[in-house]
């Protein structure tokens, strides 16, 4: 057969010989990976094949960077690596992005990328690049199978790193000569599907600790983070909230564990919460930039920190925590419920605390709603949010990205699911929309066939992958793109301000940097490959438009809504960079 050196001697009599690209979709299959994202080409696209024929869905994506992105949101959602599929050099390095974002995020994720033939290594192969040296820096796994004997093994191990303990992304790099070299399949090394991931719990001492500084606040928060999502924590974060009487703060991707309207969350005081809390719980969020590291003038000198992770490495990161507990977050939680069962407390919730927090946020609503009925044209962002949220499902899930489109949506668009809100999280990653949105649409399609995938972007965070347009037609996605307008990146210039600007020269001398086109037709790309088009201008047109594509249910749509380019423009330079509720 081809590439017979491959094989042990007189093998032929022996018995099935099988090809690499078969070894590689069988253990996949082996290990529960439902879906595969990629982009063919030479030396993989008899992987793409065998996969589907093992009953894999593969989704060939138009870009390896949203593919990427694509695969990791799978991750998230199922618990279950997607996996990513490129070719070598320049297929591999657009994956990177990908990569990058799930390991940072904590998800999991498996990247397979075909590498030059191991015959012309170092001779200049076609695409040839040091790619697994390069993976290191992204992945917690980068592993190149020695022969095709042992590929069951190392996609098992690939599959158990990226689930087991912090999750991740894991890269198996495959020479382009594996993929159609044969061996016999009684040499190969068959493994099982890993087991589940182990559950851990926190030290006895930890928990009853962290009981006593919880018992013991005068004005505690409790923070949700999209770890606490991941872990399916929801039934027992949602108990201890009710049991404690706790004010709850979710961090972006966390909306949704608890309800965005329940009465103990106070993510429209997010700013006073954090400033004056005197006690802090952390499930499964990390004091990161998102949560200005947990440091003053952000928050109280004397703070005092309980950290909840799976990671024992996150542990004390940026202050002195005043109890650690280390271990799955759910599990966790649930040691903390039964230690408050033993030992009763519940915050009172007429104290001081509440009544400044229900009044920052009776304020902060009280602007936001004042800002969506104003009635001028062009809208602004809380007007063309406040309709947006009267007229889509409660359940839909959605995607968001872009500078102000994804910070307003974030206060504006309530979740009261878990696992139901996809962002540019934890990398701040602008691009990953249309990638995040298929991945939702097609595990939607398998297991939750009447949910709604709505993808809220910015009109610069939408040109990153437009073109994926294309993938959710070909595949029947009926996804609502929905791309907030404003000309720009930040901020654009209207029609006649661009036309003035103009006039001092040549645009790459004297346009600003943030400006795009004004008044876009992004609507006509998704017209192109047969979905619905709207270019909305007012708050009626909009309405029109929501109901029509909530009605469709089988059509992908794109509402292309003209805003303010001035809109929600603060006094600083990079608006988005500076915002107090970032």
Request: hydrophobic share 40%; proline share 7%.
């Amino acid at each position: 057969g081809p590439g017979g050196a491959g094989m042990a001697s007189g093998s032929h009599a022996e018995g099935e010989a099988v090809s690499g690209a078969q070894l590689i979709a069988e253990s996949l299959k082996a290990q529960d990976i439902e879906y595969m994202f990629g982009i063919v080409g030479i030396p993989v696209m008899e992987i793409a094949v065998a996969a589907q024929a093992v009953g894999i869905k593969y989704v060939g994506m138009r870009n390896e960077q949203a593919a990427c992105y694509a695969a990791s949101a799978v991750g998230y959602l199922t618990g279950r690596p997607g996996v990513c599929l490129v070719v070598s050099g320049p297929g591999f390095l657009h994956a990177l992005g990908g990569m990058a974002n799930a390991t940072i995020n904590c998800w999991p994720l498996i990247v397979i990328g075909g590498s030059s033939d191991r015959n012309q290594e170092t001779m200049g192969a076609f695409q040839e690049f040091p790619q697994v040296e390069a993976g290191r820096l992204y992945n917690k796994l980068t592993v190149r199978p020695s022969s095709l004997e042992v590929i069951p093994a190392v996609i098992e191990k690939a599959v158990r790193t990226s689930i087991y303990g912090r999750p991740g992304s894991c890269y198996i790099d495959i020479p382009g000569d594996f993929v159609n070299l044969q061996v016999n399949k009684s040499s190969v090394k068959y493994v099982e599907c890993c087991l589940p991931p182990p559950v851990s719990t926190a030290e006895d001492s930890a928990v009853s600790e962290a009981v006593s500084v919880i018992a013991h606040s005068k004005q505690p928060l409790l923070i949700v983070g999209k770890g606490a999502a991941y872990s399916h924590a929801e039934n027992n974060i949602r108990k201890l909230v009710d049991l404690c009487g706790l004010p709850f703060l979710p961090t972006p991707m966390a909306k949704g564990v608890v309800p965005d309207n329940h009465p103990n969350c106070v993510a429209a005081a997010r700013s006073t919460a954090l400033q004056h809390a005197d006690v802090i719980i952390l499930l499964g969020a990390r004091l990161n930039w998102i949560l200005h590291f947990g440091l003053p003038p952000r928050f109280r000198q004397d703070v005092k920190v309980i950290q909840i992770d799976i990671c024992a490495e996150e542990l004390g990161n940026n202050v002195r925590p005043a109890a650690i507990l280390s271990g799955d977050i759910n599990a966790v939680t649930k040691q903390l419920l039964e230690e408050f069962r033993k030992r009763p407390w519940k915050y009172p919730s007429n104290s001081e605390w509440w009544k400044r927090l229900r009044e920052k946020i009776m304020n902060n609503e009280k602007r936001s709603k004042g800002l969506a009925l104003q009635k001028s044209l062009p809208m602004n962002y809380y007007t063309v949010f406040h309709h947006i949220r009267e007229l889509i499902p409660k359940d839909c899930i959605l995607v968001s990205e872009g500078a102000n489109t994804m910070d307003i949506g974030r206060t504006m668009l309530p979740n009261y699911y878990p696992r139901q809100r996809l962002d540019a999280g934890t990398f701040g990653t602008m691009g990953v929309g249309l990638g995040f949105a298929i991945a939702a649409a097609m595990v939607a399609k398998d297991k939750t066939p009447e949910k709604r995938v709505i993808c809220i972007e910015g009109d610069s965070a939408f040109g990153f992958s437009g073109m994926e347009v294309e993938t959710i037609c070909r595949y029947n996605l009926p996804i609502l793109i929905i791309v907030v307008n404003n000309n720009g990146i930040y901020a654009g210039l209207d029609a006649d301000a661009w036309k003035e600007t103009l006039k001092f020269g040549d645009p790459a001398t004297c346009v600003p940097p943030v400006s795009l086109l004004p008044n876009s037709h992004y609507e006509e790309i998704m017209s192109a490959f047969g979905g619905k088009g709207y270019f909305v201008k007012t708050p009626e047109e909009l309405q029109n438009a929501l109901k029509a594509s909530m009605t469709d249910k089988q059509t992908p749509s794109l509402i292309n809504v003209m805003i303010d380019p001035q809109s929600e423009r603060k006094k600083q330079e990079f608006p988005w960079l500076t915002r107090s509720n970032l």
